[in-house]
């Protein structure tokens, strides 16, 4: 290794003491980028394919725009120190050893490093699909560092503020760092990527099962499993190599999707408060019971609105969902003054990263006061008391309407954290 860096070093010393560079046309060259890991990463040879001789060159290749610097070695190949210039200022600094690449440097207008790619061996923990379990094995990947304002390796508490390790077809392993050192993502591409706060809390997690084909995504609220979908589309080809691409093929008539997507969502409590699958979701009360209403505020996207129109009977008056009212209820000024109004006057607990919504259901009475509120999901902290608490401070409501006559409806209000005024 020692051997390596003293020949480079001096073939770069070679350059940087060069009276001149040949200037050559390129319209007389074969100017070609083969990727990082190819045997010539950077290829530059005569029009009728034959090698340069061995000497220093610069060229203006009308595909980069900028003027280049490079070396030929004896051999033929693009060696040492490769130099790209942009408005006579260095730009980017690749190092090569016999047309293969070692390394990147790229400098901003100033001059300032702004990062940089590096070949290593890197023991990488990959899945093996024959045998169905996860390997540790030493692989040639690129690692690619950030710098901070005076060039030098963003660097706190010992780590790297970005590393991606790179194979021959597909990033392998990615780690992105906040920049107090903490761990943002942890990726192994095509297999699971977990995130995290810059607590270092878990908020979300993907999971590829390569056998049933499935994608399933966890999603968290202060540590506890909040949402969970499975997606699975029978179009999508699960490749040997770790890549997931779509089939060109059409279906037949008649055809009977296998695809599915399949959402789950919590109570902070760890119970089931919605099951949606395609479309078609139910949901539940904290103690197992089926609710039988789902209307939501129009416009909400985490909701679907205009469900099919049915009535929950009271004893003595009927009880309307808004889908099957003539007039909907609403409230003064529309919904968005109430939420103006929410954050106007509701509390947030003091939790870093504290972030949900808080689902509420009431029913407008025909007078527009509002009774039978009831929390249907919050995010813990007493963010849901604290919901029922504001909305009993807002204004009355405009009742809804059928065939003339005021009526009494049940209305569900979600209400996200943290709070913005519309």
Known sequence: ????????????????????????????????????????????????????????????????????????????????????????KSFCKTILKEGAWQSDVYFDSAGKTMDSLHIKNKNIETYNDMLKKWETKSQLVSVHYYFDEKGQIFKEKGKIYKETYQGLKHDLKIYDYYENGALETDETCFYYRKEYD?????????????????????????????????????????????????????QKPNHISKSYII?????????????????????????????????????????????????DEDLENNVYQSGALEIKPEYPNG???????????FITPEEEGLKGTVYLSFIVEKDGSLSHIKILRDIGYSTGQEAVRVLHKSEKWIPGEQKGKKVRCLYTLPIKIPLQSK
């Open 263 to 311: 959402e789950t969502e919590y109570y902070p409590s760890g119970k089931i408060y919605r099951y949606k699958k395609n479309g078609e979701s139910k949901e539940y009360t904290e103690d197992g019971k089926e609710v039988i209403y789902s209307q939501t505020v129009k416009g909400d996207p985490e909701m679907d609105n205009e469900t099919e129109p049915t009535a």
């Open 1 to 88: 290794m020692k051997k390596y860096i003293i020949i480079l070093l001096s073939i770069i010393s070679q350059i940087g003491n060069a009276q001149e560079y040949k200037k050559i046309n390129s319209s007389k060259l074969i100017y070609k980028r083969n990727g990082f890991f190819a045997k010539n990463s950077i290829s530059i040879t005569n029009k009728d394919g034959s090698k340069l001789p061995m000497g220093f060159y610069e060229t203006k290749i009308e595909k980069e725009k900028v003027p280049i610097q490079f070396y030929i070695s004896s051999k033929g190949n693009v060696d040492g120190l490769f130099i790209i210039y942009y408005y006579n």
């Open 198 to 250: 810059s607590l270092g809390v878990l908020t979300q997690q993907i999971d590829y099962n390569w056998e049933t084909k499935e994608i399933q995504t966890l999603g968290y609220e202060n540590r506890k499993l909040a949402i969970k979908k499975v997606e699975f589309d029978e179009d999508q080809i699960w490749n040997p190599d770790g890549t997931i691409t779509k089939s060109k093929k059409t």
């Open 335 to 345: 919904i968005d003054a109430l939420y103006k109004f929410f954050h106007d006057n």
